[in-house]
């Protein structure tokens, strides 16, 4: 059954104001067509006539849309005021209705975020920068061709969070720490739109991001952090100092985790990140870096006041979103309990076409010590193969990657597949994971290899390394 909502914007000009009428057209599309949700967008009406209009088995969205003519009003607050107290009358006589505001440009953001922010009630920004020339796209100029996608994104973005609201009308308990919560630090314009990007993926999967949009991010971050299980910090090329600050956004954040994480230090000592994580990234390559930001990306890498808890990943996008979700998911795992003869021991052998006639090699030894081995090779342009894989990668109990490159450029390939498991609906954790490989010496410290074995291609090390698990299926979280 489809849910239903209706959308009051207090604005009378709604039929005359092309940006706004525009963005109502694409909000209600993106509603019904994406969110499946059935919207009535009310006529703007006084006051005295919301209780008319509501009801009290549907939420109503109440959005407010500041022009710059109504800020050159000396009166705007009260009259904004007279909206938020009439939202919080019908709301204690048991109505559901629940604000937001948005803003078309950043001024009218300079102007009211205090005020909006102060009621808490969330914003959204539906203006950007130019991650290309760090210009602002604001009011109809987002509609252009070159970016009418991105603002696309952001009303995705918004339904979505509406969605959202839609399944929670009834009031949950509050814990002190909500698992499902997550800081996400703010970023510089030049990768905002990865921010967007992971952000998206991390609600698709069910995860509260905080702060929340258009709350003053320096009252709310020490509250914040109090909430999360985990903070996740990107900095990008541009040192952008904040005028309230003496530094950019990204580092106050970053360095208000950092001392959050030592308090926690202090009562929880080695078990500190079962009750909350880190993660800080980089891209691959930092091209053009300001001389502030290089000199404070020297200090997270190297300063533990930076640095504390964290794990400091340098890897590309695609990979990214995954090690975050497996690293969120790692100890929140729940399995269903399997009796001994449920567990059929099979492992998967992953290869390379070229290494075929040591895998039949690899594969004997380890069927002689109890395990089933499935295989496929590794030819992703056969759609009937990859099928398989994915088939092997739902059913397997454990993952082995053979290789004798001198690089782990194929294997961290490979290891990708155990994070899209997830993604295909695996909630099984794998026993075991490893590689046996006579050429690669150890493993790098990276996020990407926790909990991966190295093992040497003799029955012996097969024996004494991978055994053990046919009779003790330890869950080790991917």
Not at 65 to 82: A, F, G, I, K, V
Not at 256 to 270: N, R
Not at 364 to 380: A, H, K
Request: proline share 3%.
């Amino acid at each position: 059954m489809r849910k239903s909502l209706k959308i009051i914007f207090n604005s009378s000009e709604i039929k005359s104001d092309s940006w706004l009428l525009r963005f109502s057209n694409y909000f209600k599309h993106a509603l019904e067509n994406r969110e499946q949700i059935n919207v009535s967008i009310i006529e703007w009406e006084e006051l005295n006539q919301w209780q008319n209009l509501v009801s009290a088995d549907e939420l109503t969205l109440v959005v407010y849309c500041p022009s710059q003519n109504e800020l050159e009003q000396t009166t705007w607050q009260e009259d904004y005021l007279e909206f938020i107290n009439e939202v919080k009358r019908l709301n204690e006589s048991a109505f559901n209705l629940y604000q937001i505001a948005i803003w078309q440009n950043e001024s009218i953001k300079e102007e009211t975020s205090h005020f909006f922010s102060s009621y808490q009630i969330p914003s959204y920004p539906f203006y950007f920068v130019d991650s290309q020339t760090g210009d602002w796209v604001r009011d109809m100029h987002v509609f252009q061709k070159d970016y009418v996608r991105f603002f696309l994104f952001k009303v995705f973005d918004l339904a979505k969070e509406v969605n959202l609201l839609l399944r929670n009308l009834k009031p949950k308990a509050k814990s002190k720490k909500n698992a499902r919560s997550i800081f996400f630090a703010e970023v510089s314009y030049d990768i905002q739109y990865i921010r967007n990007n992971i952000i998206r993926e991390l609600k698709n999967h069910g995860y509260h991001i905080l702060p929340q949009p258009g709350i003053d991010v320096f009252n709310a971050t020490d509250q914040d952090l109090l909430k999360s299980r985990m903070s996740i910090h990107f900095f990008g090329n541009y040192y952008i100092e904040h005028p309230s600050i003496n530094g950019s956004i990204e580092q106050y954040q970053n360095q208000k985790a950092s001392e959050y994480y030592l308090e926690l230090a202090q009562t929880y000592k080695a078990d500190t990140k079962k009750y909350f994580k880190r993660i800080i990234w980089m891209p691959e390559e930092l091209k053009d870096l300001d001389q502030e930001q290089k000199d404070l990306l020297d200090k997270i890498k190297y300063d533990p006041e930076y640095n504390a808890g964290a794990d400091i990943i340098r890897c590309p996008v695609e990979e990214l979103k995954d090690i975050i979700i497996a690293e969120l998911e790692r100890d929140h795992v729940l399995l269903e309990d399997q009796d001994d003869d449920e567990q059929k021991n099979i492992l998967y052998l992953i290869y390379n076409e070229n290494q075929s006639v040591e895998a039949d090699q690899v594969k004997r030894s380890l069927e002689e010590i109890g395990f089933q081995v499935y295989t496929t090779v590794d030819n992703d342009s056969q759609f009937e193969i990859t099928q398989k894989s994915m088939e092997n990668l739902m059913l397997c109990d454990g993952v082995v990657f053979l290789s004798n490159a001198y690089n782990l450029n194929w294997v961290r390939s490979k290891i990708n597949l155990i994070y899209k498991a997830k993604g295909w609906g695996r909630l099984k954790p794998y026993s075991f994971k490893a590689i046996i490989s006579n050429t690669i010496e150890e493993l790098p410290l990276d996020p990407v290899y926790n909990d991966v074995m190295l093992i040497r291609a003799n029955h012996e090390e097969f024996e004494q390394q991978l055994k053990p698990f046919i009779k003790n299926q330890d869950k080790i979280e991917i």
